[in-house]
């Protein structure tokens, strides 16, 4: 077994074992891929064909196209040098198929990435619906409360504000407008 042999069983095993790793990780719930490309508080899956980022190499980097990358680089130099191929060529083919396997993977999570739903609330949604006052909504707009509702299918809390009478603890009331990002304008049911 030559040097060039070694290498290629060498990232064919790590390769590997890390694959079977994640795949098991993956499947108890592992949600974090080890992205390379963004800050740890990133909220966005945003994939290599986003134009919105920069367009570097780094983009496709992450540890799943890391690991496909030495798995495969390392199954495609074993299988050409049990061929008979010369240790060039059998270099060729293992950049080859390591390259492709960055590509392939970072495509597919990129395909992943927009499957997700972000989940943003819309509060334009919210009007009409009716709410249950959480805490004390002041009369005149003079302050904000809070109100109890469901949007969306889910139930939220939300800032709100009245133009009528104050509006105590538990009083049913209607969501007539949105007066800002995160504030709701209502008025009794």
Not at 82 to 94: D, N, Q, R, Y
Request: glycine letters at 12%; aromatic letters at 6%.
């Amino acid at each position: 077994m030559d040097w060039l042999e070694n290498v290629y069983v060498v990232c064919a095993v790590v390769g590997g074992t890390l694959l079977v790793i994640q795949t098991i990780l993956m499947a108890v719930g592992g949600h974090h891929d080890g992205d390379l490309s963004h800050d740890a508080d990133s909220t966005h899956a945003d994939g290599p064909g986003d134009s919105s980022h920069d367009a570097s190499f780094v983009k496709w980097l992450s540890l799943k196209t890391i690991v496909a990358c030495l798995t495969f680089f390392g199954l495609a130099g074993l299988a050409a040098q049990k061929w008979g191929a010369s240790p060039t060529i059998s270099l060729a083919i293992a950049l080859v198929a390591g390259t492709g396997a960055i590509v392939f993977v970072a495509l597919l999570m990129a395909g992943l990435g927009r499957l997700q739903s972000k989940g943003n609330l819309d509060l334009q949604n919210a009007v009409g619906a009716v709410a249950k006052v959480y805490l004390r909504v002041p009369s005149g707009r003079s302050g904000s409360g809070k109100v109890t509702l469901e949007v969306q299918g889910r139930f939220v809390e939300a800032e709100a504000i009245t133009a009528g009478p104050e509006l105590p603890v538990g009083t049913s009331v209607r969501v007539v407008g949105v007066a800002g990002p995160l504030t709701l304008e209502v008025s009794p049911a």
